[in-house]
């Protein structure tokens, strides 16, 4: 079974601080994707990642995929209160995702 | 082009009730996964649909089952509700690529077993 841990799970940071999540796994994956999920809502997908080494960014938010394709890592610069809700990262496959638990992140103004 | 619709939003039932949520994939999209998402647990996998097949199941009682209809809709059933299935239950609906499945989320519709 494929595992894939997030971490930290909880993160509450003041607005324009930066910070970095990590989501880990012992399974290589074909590509990896990060989603934000805001209270009442469904997981909205933010970036996908294929290739080992791979750098993604989107605005503010910087992802990197994993030279081995087992791990990978969001870095948010200058957070705002609207990157408040919960990350997750999902392992790609074919049919089925793996996701972890992922980091709630608070920011305060 | 509209995103994935899951209906209702909520719902209040009691023990030993049966259930069914709807939802409709993006136009195109074949695939339908449905997934639990509970504070503890986070999003577990219940299974997956690809034209009125289910291709793919989690590791839920029987209790939880689901269709797919020839428009690619599709349903879950739970059946003998119990206080833990209170959780948001999440359908996605996949665009296959070379690198594995991209999965699109509907709201959610929010369950509550009393």
């Known amino acids: 079974t494929q595992l894939l841990e997030q971490s930290p799970q909880f993160l509450s940071i003041q607005e324009g601080e930066n910070l970095t999540v990590y989501c880990n796994s012992s399974?290589?994956?074909?590509?990896l994707q990060w989603y934000r999920q805001e209270p009442g809502e469904g997981p909205v997908l933010l970036v996908t990642v294929v290739t080992g080494g791979e750098v993604k960014k989107l605005k503010r938010l910087t992802f990197q995929f994993g030279d081995a394709r087992k791990d990978s890592s969001l870095h948010i610069t200058a957070a705002q209160p609207g990157d408040t809700g919960l990350y997750l990262c999902?392992?790609?496959?074919?049919?089925?995702?793996?996701f972890g638990k992922g980091t709630m992140l608070l920011v305060s103004p | 082009k509209a995103g994935v619709t899951q209906t209702p939003r909520y719902l209040i039932k009691t023990r030993g009730q049966q259930v069914t949520l709807s939802c409709s994939p993006i136009s195109g999209h074949r695939s339908v996964s449905w997934y639990q998402q509970t504070p503890g647990q986070g999003l577990q996998f219940l299974f997956e649909?690809?034209?009125?097949?289910?291709?793919n199941k989690g590791n839920f009682p029987g209790r939880f089952s689901g269709r797919q209809f020839s428009n690619s809709r599709s349903e879950m059933n739970v059946s003998t509700l119990e206080l833990g299935d209170s959780a948001l239950y999440l359908c996605?609906?996949?665009?296959?690529?070379?690198?594995?499945?991209?999965?699109?989320f509907g709201a959610g519709t929010r369950l509550s077993v009393l």
């Open positions: 996605a609906s996949s665009l296959a690529s070379a690198f594995g499945d991209i999965q699109y």
């Open positions: 649909y690809f034209s009125e097949t289910q291709r």
């Open positions: 999902a392992g790609g496959g074919y049919s089925t995702l793996t």
């Open positions: 399974s290589v994956f074909s590509s």
